[in-house]
């Protein structure tokens, strides 16, 4: 047993691995406990990590049951668990399951399954299927188990199944009939989960087995199955099913989640792909073109069997579907075209999306087919066409079906219409928008109004699907024209429809799993056969997953779906969309429904002969309108009534005038619909060309057009005009038109309409209508673009020079936003609807160009000239085609076999060919405009193939070629589908780096990306590891344009694949690209989005971007160029403006270069930074510039830099850059405006120019910049942020530059810009160049320090100088000789300005490097004496420097002056020992002991009297020596300048930094342990606060541009901060005197502000003002207040401009301190109330005051005075010691008065009166019991217990009564006693009053605080009021230098109120000093302490003290400082006598 306890000692660890099996059981045992109870983040777990795996493994069987219950348990609870996940799994399938025991292996089981849970399910899973090809039975049945296990409660979402069903079969096989039972367990349990998707992969196991699964399968319950057991990160998943669990079973809310589940697998998935192409048989082609039917029959037998395989393997199919697709078309077989429609339903299910590219070859020609009768044909190609639309979209394939609607042939009709049906089935709303259904439902609707019965039906049944699937928002806008009996029979459709994706009803889904197809199958499978319910079966599951990213089955969708509807017919409101149904009404219906609104008289008199009747009947007619309300005004019939005979022939302009002004009222004011329009309009258009009533006819019609929307009325007014023959209508027509689309906007219009009228009036004789058609056409192009002028090419070149003239005059305009029909929009589907309407826009254009086809032109034989064997022929064919295309301009998608001849050219070997192919493949994607779309899978992905090309020129015209089909069909076709992911998969480096590159350009200009894209991921990881740096490289830089779309959780996840080191790696550059990943691009501003496919090209773009500014929400298109990017889906900004190849006019534009060079975006720059900030965009920052980089620039400056200098400014060559500076050098003056907006961008080019090797173009851009800063210097421009930190690093670059030129431009440079950006800040900047590893630089931005230094003082040294100068003195000891001479000269400089102490700020040094600062500086001749000298000779020039600066500050944003202020604030507390006092307490002793005679006038006895004062106290106390008091640093800490910083925000004139600076205050006040941080900082705070309150008042609230909004939530910040402030009564009391009366005037005046009023929620602000002044009145200080409104009222009544309502305000708040006056007489200082009372009096004399308008001012005196005598009684007299001639005032005789008056009334009543009172009085009557309250409080004193709480008593009743007397108390106590009770009552005040958290923290024993140095810098310089900034009388500094007596322990008590002195001797003058005096105090206090700082000629011993505030440099000089103060007073003193 010895050994025994040896183990027995161990730690559990070891035990663990103990050779001794029992130890082991013992370590296992005590692991298990501790595993219990360990915390689940401790750090214990990690040591385990190596041993789990023995844990499983033990030899032992008995140790390793344990060893597996406490591994359960550490997988459990460890946080670390899942690092051991394979080498555990692993253990327990090859330890555990071939184990006897049953526990054992249970134990294992629920191991794995804790791992399931811990997340790790896939690599269990893994070791799992590695177990199943272990040789142990044993162990394959328990990984089976396990598995199923796993997947029964986790569910398939988390057991991914496609590898398990892989192996399923290869178990069916076993031997072992256990392995095949527990196999059978297993695929029931699939079943459960996946259905039917399971019977494809197992129909091959042997038909036994598979008959008894069919019957196991029978049982399972229909019922969905759920996930019982839940991961981690499910635990909401987990609380959800136990909350259902418990309320019983099945709650509907799980059904979201088996909504995801059950379309989880895909049955297509699972199956392996078959290979078929190759097994054709070999004469396939041969026999398929047989004459013998039999033959053919033959050959597509063989087709169909292998097209049976469920799933095909990807390739090239395009010939196998050629010849089908001929058979379809041609053969004369019918059962033959049926059978090849079976191959194509095949191909087409088989290979799925891979099948969407020949999809487009084949819909058509199956469309044509219908014509066949027999049944089975139609059901073969009916199954046919909707497999092969599940390959592909609706949109691809809508060019064909729309086609084929205008057939002759009803059957095609009718089974098109099905087919739409069909396919809308499968939509969602937001595949079938608005653009799709627009084309379909017109189509539609000719069929429901067919002759023929079934086309009727198939139509109806198609536009119910439509309606079900988008909703009636979106559809009922296209069937405006429909009556009413059709539209019952659509919705009727509409409601027997069942979707295929389930639309959500209620809270449960309508679960559509297998059914929709059973509801389906009889549109095509008639004779069953097991290929058809396969394929049943695999398209909802297939389809289903593409519904699932929209979460549960669309339930947001609907909704959704209206908004793309938009506002119904182009945004039209609710009742116009129920208006456009009216019927036409009888003249008999009209005339009783007018004689129902109109006075008879006026409808007798319509017709009669006089035409002074008719105008009196036209007068009564417009009142009538005027008056009626919009739902009683039955348009028809009043405009029906106007027709009326003489109607619009009326001869009398008089009437006519008042008739077509009634039609347009009536339009405007009644619900106008398009049949009321149709009565009047051919009237208008006759009137329009007249004279006299031109004007009033177009006035209506443009009323009219906004009852019923521009595009039809302007189709109608045109089509009117031109069916006439009056030339002056014509023209007149067309100028209305034109300034109705500048009103309108463009959305919408019928262009084809108009454009064959504007070539009617082209040709028109008569010139006026050719003027106002071109006149037209410009404004037209303003909206087009130059696609506009394609349709007048043919036109005469003397009319298309003028077209062209004018389109010249509107180049750069942009077209005006609209300005009417806007609210229609607004009101329907807002945004949605409008970006729809502008992208029409650009499409219709590309629509209506007049297309050609082209499809007969290319024959066979041009086809086989293409592919012949001879190069030269090949070309010849190839230049044919480029002949057609350009003969044909633009084309009709149909180009027949083209596509397949033109792909097999991209690969020859011939590269010539290759590249002509290439631009024919460019000409094409131009001539088919958009309609390429359907190209791109089988044209556009083999371009891609062609970027491999291993030449340079090759896949440069292949990237062109790719760009221009992109920009034509946007991204979403080439993302889709797999062929991308496979491109890129080739291991080809040439092709990985161009297509990645290609991806990185457009991806990040995509809203949204299809799911596909995640398939490139895995080919992107291997890209990132490629052995090919480039192609490493772009596949980094493509990284985060994935992750912006695919997110970082499925980008990580799919690393998952990789090896355990790429996975390493790849993970970190996902982090990386994590935190550079650019944000989405927002939803393109409505105007650019017309640029969408690339419609509209080059030169309209721009225009656009800016073409709704002013409209209602387009923050969004002004400022980012970005955006512009982003416009429209696809083409990017650049893209298009690069491709000029679109027409002539074009090429002139290049050319021009006149015109400024920058564009001014407004809001620009501040959206740019925005951008940066919110990382939209990369920030500047790098070592050497990347292509993206300069490639976000390029897109940034587009929009602001012209088009020709851009080009220049990016071009390759350096000459074009030498260029560009020339022109901007040459525009820098003229163009002040636009450089100063595009700053930013034109210093971030110039940080590139920094990195040409070229010389001469530094030096342009050195002379560029030189005058750059100039111009910015002389506008006193303030550099951004964003400005200085992307610009100044790149220059310091450049200082360290060889070339003696460049360094001195470069200092030169940086010497200018200290001018634009405060100097302190440049300095950081430069102390970073200092780090370069180049010496050059070094050494130059050393001695820029030293500038620096040298002309703006220490002041500049950041953070702090210390800091500064030692990061400066390192450089002493450089290597480099240059450097470090530049630092000893820098550190010189410094010490000629700051003296000795330098060698303090710069700390230790080594022996070498201060031995050769000393010598350099006995060197250098300028010793420290001349220092002064110097700078007093220097300091105008400094002071100028500081004014510039000021001034700067004035332009610069208001958050630079806030810091500069805080800077100079943060200079004066971080100088290590000089603190500078505030300059009203600051004596200037040097000057007062030179001069005699002129100080003596200024300041007389005051200033005697002051220092005698002063000096008393300073003789006596004898200082202890004692550290500086902690406080000391408490002040320099942070938290104050922070404060102050903030602070000084509050004013700013920017709102946001202003609300956001409030609100940090609120926070700060709102949290009781942080507001005391506040204190000291109050009055500063309310000064800002009212600065800003008088900003809003005078600035803001004037201006028209500012949004109301803003200002009531900027007022309500400040009021909601102040309440805070005033609710805490310690900070509340801080706010002085002057400070309060100001505060109260700013609110007073906000109170009677009538604009605030005005505004939505003024009300709210003008209440919250009321309360927070009432809170002001009860919570600040009350002599304070009082003191302040009485001054307030003084100045009020003296203002002649003040409102009387203003100083009545001010009464009122009076009275209500009147009314408080009984609690808080004792709080209040009278002397000084009363002498504010005598200075109004004696402004204001009696007599003065009766003589106001209003008796209220009397009054108030009076009761003021009454209450205070009432409250005093006789005492009050003894008050007036303040006021220094009492005589001036009545107010001594007034108080007398009172007195007398209440002293006559009976005694008691007095009494009873001041009892409220607490008075005197009172008190003298219960001396007595004053005596036994003080005796009680001193004996809790003395106890130990209690001793604090009598303390506290003792200081309440010395508050409450001032005077009490407790000297006789302490008179008997010790010494100690007593000042401990001082010092007890001390303390209290202080934390009370909040002043200073004085000497309890430094725990000096009593004795020594009693003597202590007067030195708390921190309650001294808050007592001596900067920050409180009264300048009352003298009383109030008495008050202070008490406590400072008392803390100096000197004795209070023998002195007396000294005389008053001349202070007073102009009493009339307001005592209390405005807030504004003391911000200028303030400012100038900087200015001089800066300069103070300057001049300071210290000793590194002796401390140069100013004033009261110093703090002692040590503790011992301080008797020495104090003596020699009093011997200085002496002499003043003495010179003065």
């Not at 851009?1261 to 005058?1267: A, G």
């Not at 000096?1511 to 408490?1530: M, W």
């Not at 217990?1841 to 010395?1854: F, H, M, R, S, V």
Request: aromatic content about 6%.
């Amino acid at each position: 047993m010895g050994d025994d306890s040896e183990w027995m000692k161990l730690p559990i660890d070891q035990k663990c691995e103990h050779k001794l099996w029992k130890a082991r059981l013992n370590g296992y045992e005590e692991a298990l406990k501790l595993f219990q109870k360990l915390d689940d983040k401790s750090p214990e777990w990690s040591k385990y990590l190596g041993l789990i795996k023995k844990f499983v493994t033990d030899s032992n069987a008995v140790a390793q049951l344990k060893g597996l219950e406490a591994a359960l348990a550490y997988v459990e609870n460890a946080h670390v668990a899942g690092k051991t996940t394979g080498e555990v799994a692993s253990g327990v399938v090859n330890k555990v399951f071939n184990q006897p025991k049953a526990r054992a292996k249970e134990l294992g089981l629920d191991i794995c399954l804790m791992y399931i849970e811990i997340e790790k399910g896939e690599a269990v899973q893994e070791e799992l299927l590695k177990g199943l090809d272990n040789k142990n039975p044993k162990i394959i049945v328990a990984c089976i188990e396990t598995l199923r296990k796993a997947l029964s409660e986790f569910g398939s979402k988390i057991i991914s199944l496609k590898p398990i069903i892989k192996v399923l079969p290869k178990l069916f096989e076993s031997r072992e009939k256990a392995v095949r039972d527990e196999a059978k367990l297993l695929a029931v349990e699939i079943y459960r989960w996946i259905r039917d998707a399971l019977r494809p992969p197992l129909q091959n196991i042997n038909s036994v087995q598979l008959k008894e699964l069919e019957e196991e399968w029978v049982k399972v319950s229909s019922a969905a199955p759920k996930q019982t057991r839940f991961l981690r990160s499910q635990q909401e998943l987990k609380a959800k099913f136990e909350q259902q669990q418990a309320a019983g079973g099945d709650a509907d809310g799980g059904d979201d989640d088996e909504e995801e589940a059950v379309p989880q697998v895909d049955a297509y998935e699972l199956l392996e792909a078959v290979e078929i192409l190759s097994k054709l048989p070999k004469d396939f082609y041969e026999k398929i073109e047989a004459k013998k039917w039999q033959e053919r029959k033959e050959a597509l037998e063989a087709v169909e069997l292998l097209v049976k395989n469920p799933k095909l393997e990807s390739g090239d199919y395009a010939d196998l579907v050629k010849v089908l697709k001929k058979v379809v078309g041609k053969d004369t077989n019918v059962m033959l075209v049926a059978l090849a429609a079976k191959c194509l339903t095949g191909l087409a299910s088989g290979l799925r999306k891979k099948f969407g590219q020949y999809a487009g070859h084949v819909v058509p020609t199956i469309l044509e087919k219908f014509k066949e009768k027999k049944p089975q044909v139609v059901q073969a190609l009916q199954e046919a066409i909707d497999a092969i639309f599940l390959t592909t979209t609706l949109q691809n394939i809508s060019e064909d079906v729309l086609a084929v609607m205008d057939n002759k042939n009803p059957t095609i009709k009718q089974q098109t219409s099905l087919f739409i049906a069909r396919s809308f089935r499968h939509c969602t709303p937001s595949t079938l928008p608005k653009s799709l259904l627009k084309p379909f439902c017109a189509a539609l609707l000719k069929h429901i109004n067919d002759s023929a019965p079934e086309v009727r039906d198939a139509g109806f049944e198609a536009l119910g699907t439509a309606l079900k699937v988008a909703g009636e928002k979106a559809v009922n806008p296209f069937l405006a024209d429909v009556d009413k009996l059709k539209l019952d029979r659509i919705k009727e459709c509409a409601e027997k429809v069942e979707l295929v994706y389930g639309k959500k009803t209620g809270g449960a889904a309508e679960k559509k799993e297998g059914k929709p197809i059973a509801g389906k199958t009889p549109a095509f499978s008639g004779n069953g056969g097991d290929k058809e319910t396969k394929d049943a079966a695999a398209k909802p599951l297939k389809k289903a997953p593409a519904a699932k990213p929209g979460g549960p089955p669309k339930k947001g969708k609907p909704a959704a779906a209206a908004g793309v509807g938009g506002a119904g017919a182009k945004g039209k409101k609710g009742p116009e969309t129920k208006e456009i149904f009216e019927s036409e009404l009888s003249i008999e219906v009209c005339e009783e429904k007018a004689a129902a609104v109109l006075p008879a008289s006026c409808i007798q008199q319509l017709d009669s002969g006089n035409w002074k009747e008719r105008l009196a009947c036209m007068e009564e007619f417009q009142k009538a309108v005027e008056l009626m309300e919009r739902s009683e005004m039955p348009c028809q019939a009043l405009v029906r009534m106007l027709a009326k005979k003489p109607g619009w022939k009326e001869t009398n302009f008089q009437v006519m005038q008042m008739k077509l002004h009634i039609v347009a009222l009536i339009a405007q004011k009644g619900n106008f619909s398009k049949t009321s329009a149709q009565v009047v309009l051919d009237g208008l258009v006759d009137k329009a060309g007249d004279v006299k009533c031109g004007s009033n006819a177009k006035e209506a019609m443009t009323a009219i057009a906004e009852a019923c929307q521009l595009p039809w009325t302007a189709e109608q007014v045109v089509a009117m005009a031109f069916s006439q023959k009056n030339p002056k209508n014509q023209s007149e027509t067309l100028n209305w038109l034109s300034n109705a689309i500048k009103e309108f906007g463009f959305s919408g219009l019928n262009v084809k309409a108009f454009i064959s009228n504007v070539k009617t009036a082209l040709a028109a004789t008569n010139p006026a209508v050719r003027t106002s058609a071109i006149t037209l056409l410009g404004v037209m192009y303003l909206y087009v673009g130059p696609s506009l002028r394609m349709f007048f090419e043919d036109e005469k070149p003397a009319l298309l020079s003028q077209i062209d003239a004018e389109f010249e005059k509107m180049q750069g305009q942009t077209a005006p936003a609209p300005t009417r029909g806007i609210s229609r929009h607004s009101v329907g589907g807002g945004d949605d609807g409008e970006e729809e309407e502008q992208e029409e826009v650009g499409n219709d254009v590309v629509d209506l160009l007049p297309r050609t086809d082209i499809g007969d032109k290319i024959t066979a034989e041009l086809v086989s000239k293409i592919g012949d064997k001879n190069w030269k022929i090949r070309k010849e064919g190839l230049d044919e085609v480029t002949s057609i295309i350009n003969e044909a301009k633009f084309i009709e998608p149909n180009i027949g076999e083209l596509p397949a001849a033109l792909k097999s050219r991209l690969n020859d070997s011939n590269k010539i060919l290759v590249q002509q192919t290439l631009s024919i493949l460019q000409q094409l994607a131009t001539a088919m405009g958009p309609n390429i779309k359907q190209h791109v899978k089988n044209l556009g992905i083999p371009v891609i193939t062609v970027l491999g090309d291993s030449k340079n020129n090759v896949r440069a015209a292949a990237l062109a070629t790719v760009n221009a089909w992109a920009e034509q069909t946007g991204m979403k076709e080439w993302l889709e589908g797999e062929d991308l992911s496979e491109e890129l998969k080739k291991e080809n480096p040439f092709l990985r780096q161009e297509l990645l590159g290609w991806l990185a350009e457009k991806l990040p200009t995509l809203r949204s990306v299809p799911s596909d894209l995640l398939l490139c991921v895995p080919h992107l990881y291997s890209c990132l590891e490629d052995r090919n740096g480039d192609v490493r490289k772009k596949a980094q830089d493509a990284l985060p344009f994935f992750m912006m779309h695919l997110g970082f959780e499925k980008m990580a996840k799919a690393t998952s694949k990789l090896k355990p080191t790429s996975k390493d790696q790849v993970l970190a550059m996902l982090e990386k690209a994590k935190a550079n990943m650019p944000a989405k691009p927002a939803p393109p501003a409505k105007a650019s989005s017309r640029v969408a496919g690339g419609a509209a090209p080059a030169k309209f773009q721009p225009a656009s971007a800016l073409a709704e500014d002013s409209g209602p929400n387009t923050m969004e298109s002004k400022p980012d160029p970005k955006r512009a990017k982003a416009g429209g889906t696809s083409s990017k900004a650049k893209g298009v403006q690069g491709k000029k190849v679109l027409s002539k006019p074009n090429l002139k534009e290049d050319d021009d270069k006149s015109g400024p060079i920058f564009i001014i975006v407004p809001n620009g720059k501040e959206q740019r930074m925005k951008d940066e900030k919110g990382l939209k965009v990369l920030k500047w920052n790098f070592t050497t510039p990347r292509d993206e980089y300069i490639e976000q620039l390029k897109t940034q400056m587009s929009s602001c830099v012209a088009k020709w200098l851009q080009d220049e400014m990016f071009h390759a060559d350096f000459q074009h850059h030498n260029k560009a500076l020339a022109v901007m050098i040459e525009h820098l003056e003229s163009e002040k405006d636009g450089v100063i907006s595009c700053l930013d961008l034109i210093l971030k080019w110039v940080t590139l120019r920094f990195f040409d090797t070229n010389t001469s173009v530094l030096m342009k851009t050195l002379e560029y910049l030189k005058l750059l800063f100039n111009l910015l210097g002389q506008e006193e421009y303030h550099l951004t942020e964003n400005e200085a930190s992307s610009f100044i690093p790149y220059l310091i670059l450049k200082v360290g530059e060889p070339k003696d030129v460049i360094r001195r431009d470069v200092r030169a440079i940086l010497n200018r810009m200290c001018l634009i950006y405060p100097a302190s800040k440049m300095f950081t900047f430069i102390m970073e160049g200092t780090k370069s590893k180049n010496s050059k630089q070094r050494a130059e931005c050393l001695e820029e320090l030293g500038c620096l230094v040298e002309s703006y003082g220490m002041n500049v040294c950041q953070p702090t100088p210390g800091k500064a100068l030692k990061e400066m003195a390192t450089h002493i000891g450089d290597r480099d000789n240059t450097v470090r001479n530049a630092a000893l000269n820098t550190i010189v400089t410094v010490y000629n300005v700051h003296g000795d102490q330098v060698f303090k700020l710069i700390g230790n040094l080594s022996e070498k490097d201060m031995s050769m600062l000393e010598e350099r500086i006995k060197r250098s001749a300028k010793r420290p004496s001349a220092a002064p000298v110097r700078q007093a000779e220097e300091k105008p020039q400094r002071t100028q420097n500081i004014s510039a600066n000021a001034s700067m500050l004035r332009k610069g944003p208001a958050e630079d002056m806030s810091s500069k202020l805080n800077q100079n604030r943060n200079m004066g507390s971080h100088s290590e020992t000089t603190h500078t006092v505030p300059r009203e307490f600051q004596l200037d002793l040097d000057e007062i002991e030179n001069d005699n005679g002129t100080v003596r006038c200024e300041m007389p006895a005051l200033v005697q009297h002051k220092l005698d004062d002063i000096f008393e106290p300073v003789l006596i106390p004898e200082p202890k020596i004692r550290a500086v008091s902690p406080h000391f640093d408490d002040m320099h800490s942070n938290t104050a300048s922070t404060i102050n910083f903030v602070i000084s925000q509050v004013a700013s004139g920017d709102i946001n930094t202003s609300i956001q600076a409030l609100a940090q205050i609120d926070e700060v006040l709102r949290q009781e342990d942080k507001a005391e941080a506040m204190s000291g900082h109050i009055d500063q705070f309310l000064i800002a606060t009212f600065m800003q309150l008088r900003l809003i008042y005078n600035t803001h609230m004037a201006d028209e541009k500012l949004d109301k909004d803003e200002i009531v939530k900027l007022y309500s910040c400040i009021i909601g901060s102040m309440i805070s402030l005033f609710q805490i009564e310690s900070l509340a009391r801080e706010a002085s005197t002057g400070v309060l009366k100001d505060l109260m005037h700013g609110l007073i005046t906000l109170m009677l502000d009538s604009r605030v009023e005005d505004l939505e929620e003024g009300e709210q602000v003008i209440r919250s003002v009321n309360l927070l002044v009432v809170k002001v009145l009860e919570k600040s200080d009350q002599t304070n207040i009082l003191s302040a409104l009485l001054v307030l009222l003084q100045d009020s009544l003296l203002a002649t401009a003040s409102s009387p309502k203003f100083s009545e305000l001010v009464m009122k708040c009076l009275w209500r301190m009147v009314r408080l006056l009984p609690e808080t007489i004792n709080s209040i200082n009278l002397d000084r109330i009363l002498l504010d009372i005598h200075i109004f009096m004696k402004v204001f004399p009696k007599e003065k005051l009766k003589q106001c308008k209003s008796e209220f001012p009397i009054r108030t005196l009076k009761t003021l005075l009454h209450t205070l005598c009432k409250l005093k009684g006789p005492k009050i007299l003894d008050h007036l010691t303040m006021i220094d001639n009492k005589n001036e005032s009545e107010l001594e005789a007034h108080l007398c008065r009172v007195m007398k008056h209440s002293m006559n009334q009976t005694g008691s009543k007095a009494d009873k009166d001041t009892e409220k009172g607490a008075s005197h009085i009172e008190e003298k009557a219960s001396k007595a019991k004053v005596n036994d309250i003080l005796a009680e409080i001193f004996k809790k004193i003395g106890s130990k217990e209690n001793t604090k709480e009598g303390l506290a008593e003792l200081y309440e009743y010395k508050k409450k009564y001032s005077d009490a007397d407790i000297e006789p108390f302490l008179k008997n106590s010790s010494q100690f006693f007593q000042s401990y009770v001082e010092r007890g009552l001390r303390l209290i005040e202080t934390e009370r009053e909040g002043k200073g958290r004085i000497a309890a923290s430094t725990g000096i024993s009593p004795q020594m605080e009693g003597t202590c140095v007067p030195a708390s810098t921190h309650t001294v310089s808050s007592s001596i009021g900067n920050t409180n900034g009264e300048e009352v009388g003298p009383s109030v500094y008495l008050e202070r230098l008490k406590i400072l007596r008392q803390r100096c322990g000197l004795d209070n008590a023998k002195e007396d109120r000294p005389p008053l002195t001349s202070l007073l001797s102009k009493p009339a003058v307001p005592t209390v000093a405005s807030s504004t005096d003391m911000l200028h105090s303030k400012l100038s206090q900087l200015r001089e302490s800066r300069e103070q700082y300057q001049h300071l000629d210290l000793d590194s011993n002796q401390t140069h003290s100013s004033g009261i505030g110093t703090t002692l440099a040590s503790p011992s000089s301080a008797a020495a400082n104090i003596d020699d103060l009093k011997k200085r007073l002496e002499r003043i003193k003495s010179s003065r006598k």
